[in-house]
């Protein structure tokens, strides 16, 4: 059942808020679109009821809505209920509408991945469990794994100053690099052993001269 309520109002739970951050571009565009059109009551306010903390509510979908309506003034904002049972089953239901509703980009798809967390530390297969979290193949997950392992190039995705895919393309880069100075030390390496052969060939001839000299 919907209900008209005041946005200022509405309860929010961090790691509700924080598990997709509000993109600038998308607050400025609805907010925008509201001060021309009204609010899209097609699109209420969801909220959850969690018998995990004994009943308490919060904004669980609709946090950029939320904060384009309290900008643009509106004092009555259309919302639902809906029940759960744990904290864990909220954020599900949030990377679900949000993988629903849109292509995710990388920053997004590790969010989600950092949300469900303690369950992806105990997964046995985190290939397979990151791939079925984000709906896609192993291979293309095991990309945001290696991401997930370095944080300096985490924190670059996060900043939105580099993409999975372009940090992939460094350390094949990086990788490439190493092995072409590998190899030089290698052929560098057996080039001293041949000098170093030869050196000692001529000391044993040089003796051998000498003794029967001597």
């Known amino acids: 059942m919907t209900q008209q309520e005041d946005p200022k109002t509405l309860p929010l739970y961090p790691r509700f808020k924080n598990a997709y951050p509000i993109a600038p571009e998308n607050l400025e565009r609805i907010a925008e679109d509201m001060e021309k059109n009204g609010y899209d009551i097609s699109e209420p306010i969801k909220i959850a ?6 009943g308490l509510e919060y904004v669980y979908d609709g946090h950029t809505r939320r904060e384009a309506s ?13 029940r759960f049972k744990t904290v ?11 993988k629903d509703r849109r292509n ?12 469900h967390w303690d369950e992806y530390m105990v997964a046995p297969n985190k290939k397979a469990y990151v791939a079925e979290l984000l709906r896609m ?7 945001y794994i290696s991401i997930l392992s370095d944080p300096k ?14 940090v992939q393309a460094v ?9 072409e100075i590998k190899r030089k030390v290698e052929k560098l390496e057996l080039s001293e ?3 170093l052969e030869k050196a000692i060939k001529r000391i044993k001839k040089e003796l051998k001269r000498g003794g029967q000299n001597g």
């Open 193 to 195: 052993l041949d000098e």
């Open 171 to 179: 350390k094949g880069a990086e990788r490439s690099k190493f092995d």
């Open 70 to 82: 309290i900008r643009v003034g509106l004092i009555r904002v259309p919302c639902v209920r809906k």
């Open 104 to 115: 995710l980009d990388d920053k997004s798809r590790i969010q989600d991945i950092m949300n």
């Open 153 to 166: 190039r985490l924190q670059l995705v996060m900043d939105d100053r580099e993409t999975v895919n372009s």
């Open 88 to 98: 864990k089953d909220v954020l599900a239901a949030i990377g679900h509408i949000q």
């Open 137 to 143: 193949s192993e291979r293309t997950a095991a990309k």
């Open 49 to 54: 009821i969690i018998d995990e903390l004994g």
